[in-house]
């Protein structure tokens, strides 16, 4: 007669497998389920879009069109990014007061909230260029000789070689740089406003772009030093050939009449 031995299992033996199970679908759902944050963050973009979808369509949408696909008096909007929005509406330039040759800096109307609104929107139309960090933009530590040749190899035909600014054609101009914020500056760089050209990272990388924000921090502060004497403006050489064709050919007309009065009385005598 065979004896059957049967192992008796402890009584929790089933609640502690139920808990182990537990635990496991647990950690499963957490790795391959959305977090809590990544939901909280989507959510706060498309609250952000649906803001600037509405700030669009009061300010933007009469020039650019309803959808940013642009109309005649305004360009279409899909694909330039949130830094190109980022720079036009922070410096005031958009929305423009009414058409020209170029649309000024002016006074700023809408708040910082108000422009990554906007900006979101507009980045929801097509990818571009992203409103930068500061990190980014920082010129901490940047090569300033070598922002120095960049900028006069790329910017200085337009911004003069100290970004004092200069006369295009047909009305137009390059602004002065003198006081512009490096996030602007970069942002500038990256989506290339109205008449300038764009320098995206493909082509100038950022190291290159803070190397040149560094170079116009230096020349446009106390820091700057002028070897040469007085800088007259830091204009170059238009105005330093009218200071001395203004006050040479001056010296040189009251030295002439000078001279002819000493003779004519020399001759009296």
């Not at 008096?73 to 720079?87: C, E």
């Not at 020209?100 to 800096?105: E, R």
């Not at 772009?209 to 170059?236: F, H, Q, R, W």
């Not at 040479?248 to 009065?261: C, D, H, Q, R, S």
């Amino acid at each position: 007669m065979k004896k059957l031995s049967a192992r008796r299992r402890h009584p929790l033996a089933a609640l502690v497998v139920l808990l182990f199970a537990l635990a496991v679908t647990g950690g499963l759902y957490a790795a391959f389920s959305p977090s809590e944050a990544k939901a909280d963050d989507s959510s706060a973009q498309s609250l952000a879009i649906e803001e600037g979808k509405k700030l669009y369509a009061v300010g933007c949408a009469t020039c650019h069109g309803t959808g940013g696909q642009g109309t005649t008096d305004g360009p279409s909007l899909v694909g330039v990014g949130s830094a190109a929005v980022d720079f036009q509406v922070s410096t005031g330039r958009m929305p423009a007061q009414q058409p020209g040759a170029q649309v000024p800096k002016k006074k700023n109307i809408y708040s910082n909230a108000q422009i990554e609104q906007l900006s979101a929107y507009i980045a929801s139309l097509g990818p571009g260029p992203v409103t930068p960090t500061k990190e980014q933009y920082n010129p901490a530590g940047a090569d300033i000789a070598e922002g120095g040749e960049l900028f006069r190899t790329n910017c200085a035909q337009c911004h003069n070689f100290v970004g004092k600014g200069g006369a295009l054609t047909n009305g137009k101009y390059a602004p002065s740089l003198e006081g512009v914020s490096p996030k602007h500056l970069y942002e500038a760089m990256q989506t290339g406003p109205q008449n300038m050209p764009s320098f995206p990272d493909t082509v100038m990388p950022e190291e290159k772009k803070k190397a040149i924000i560094a170079y116009l921090d230096t020349v446009n502060s106390d820091k700057s030093e002028t070897p040469g004497g007085m800088e007259i403006g830091g204009l170059g050489p238009v105005s330093e050939g009218l200071f001395g064709w203004v006050f040479g050919m001056g010296a040189m007309i009251v030295l002439t009449i000078w001279v002819a009065a000493r003779t004519a009385k020399a001759k009296k005598s």
